[in-house]
């Protein structure tokens, strides 16, 4: 029984040896996968070849258009508006000289004529004195008095000896004689008129309303000119000049008008980093308050290369291709469009990686794609 035991025993353990080395056998001349882990993949990407030209710098902006010549009317004196050379509402035009709004001036004007009636006493009293001590200038003073008219603008006083100022400085003469210039100079304020040819583009008061000083009575502008303000990247103006031409177009594209560079500012906006430039123009379609986009035609740029916008980081860089290797590029941006950039610093020929992949880096494998 115990002979029988060893012998199963024996033969159990044959067999587990046999299929062991049977399965051992089979391992090792199964044929060897290849690696599919290959380290060396290439990233198919979009490329463009470097071609440097001269580029014509193009802006494109926006403002609003304001009239060059803007008249605010306010109120130095108090008085009831009397009087307009026509009806003063919003859109009226007038020549230069037309009286925009005369201000009741009588009881002004009455105190002016009593200190010139004053005035003139004080002269009539003083000739006796001039007749003996002065007798040389009697005359030019006697013809003074002679032309003297309360209702008229006061004349220039005769041009005394040094003497004889000091004689009427002393009768207060020359005090009364600036006392009603100044006078005179305030009733001027009663009659506001049109400083040039315009148009009333704002009115806020009626015939008879009761006008007090410092009161805003409208705004009156000259419709010939009018000027665009724009801001401009700081980097922009080394290459615009006074004098370029500009393109003016209003949003609906009815119409396109001419313009140039009038000014540019020298200052800039410290929040912006921004800089001012104004735009003239004198076309008739052009409005007061009309937002106008601006196309400015500046200086060309030589040597110089477009890309999107979108493949150059933060450091002002971009992946260029060198034996199907990235690497960094760093640029000198010149402007930017809402798309694009015009940038100079890469070489004719050299190879540029267009696809916007974020996953790329310095020394990725790459492939054009087919």
């Known amino acids: ?19 062991a080395s049977y399965i051992a056998f089979l391992l090792i001349n199964a044929p060897k996968e290849a690696n599919k882990a290959n380290k060396n993949i290439y ?25 060059l010549k803007k008249f605010e009317l306010f109120s130095e004196v108090q008085g009831v508006f009397q009087y307009s050379s026509k009806d003063f509402r919003a859109g009226q035009t007038y020549d230069k000289g037309q009286i925009l709004l005369k201000i009741n001036n009588e009881e002004f004007m009455a105190n002016v004529i009593s200190a010139k009636s004053d005035f003139f006493n004080l002269l009539v009293a003083l000739m006796p004195d001039i007749k003996i001590d002065y007798p040389q200038e009697f005359e030019q003073w006697q013809t003074y008095i002679n032309e003297f008219d309360v209702q008229e603008p006061l004349q220039e006083l005769p041009e005394p000896s040094k003497q004889l100022k000091y004689f009427i400085t002393g009768r207060g003469i020359l005090s009364s004689y600036y006392n009603i210039k100044n006078l005179e100079t305030r009733l001027n304020k009663f009659t506001i008129r049109a400083p040039f040819d315009g148009v009333l583009t704002e009115a806020t008061i009626n015939l008879g309303t009761l006008v ?3 009161q805003r009575l409208g705004e009156f502008i000259s419709p010939s000119v009018y000027e665009i303000q724009i801001a401009l990247q700081k980097s922009m103006i080394p290459y615009l000049s006074v004098g370029d031409s500009v393109q003016l177009k209003s949003l609906d594209a009815n119409f396109l008008a001419l313009g140039k560079i009038s000014r540019i500012n020298k200052q800039i906006d410290a929040q912006t980093q921004t800089i001012q430039v104004f735009v003239q123009t004198k076309d008739q379609n052009v409005k007061e308050g009309l937002y106008l986009q601006a196309e400015i035609e500046g200086q060309t740029i030589q040597n110089a290369y477009s890309i999107n916008r979108s493949l150059l980081n933060n450091a002002n860089q971009v992946f260029v291709v060198k034996d199907s290797i990235l690497d960094y590029r760093t640029v000198t941006p010149i402007y930017f469009t809402e ?5 100079k610093g890469l070489n004719d020929g050299e190879t540029i990686m267009t696809s916007n ?14």
């Open 43 to 67: 990233k198919p990407i979009a490329i463009d070849t470097i071609t440097n030209s001269d580029i014509p710098i193009v802006v494109k902006t926006n403002g609003v258009a304001e009239a």
């Open 339 to 343: 798309d694009k950039a015009l940038v």
């Open 212 to 214: 007090r000083p410092g």
């Open 357 to 370: 992949l974020s996953s790329a880096y310095p020394g990725m494998l790459v492939r054009p794609k087919n």
């Open 1 to 19: 029984m115990i002979t029988m035991r060893k012998v199963l025993l024996v033969i159990l353990g044959i067999i587990i040896l046999g299929g």
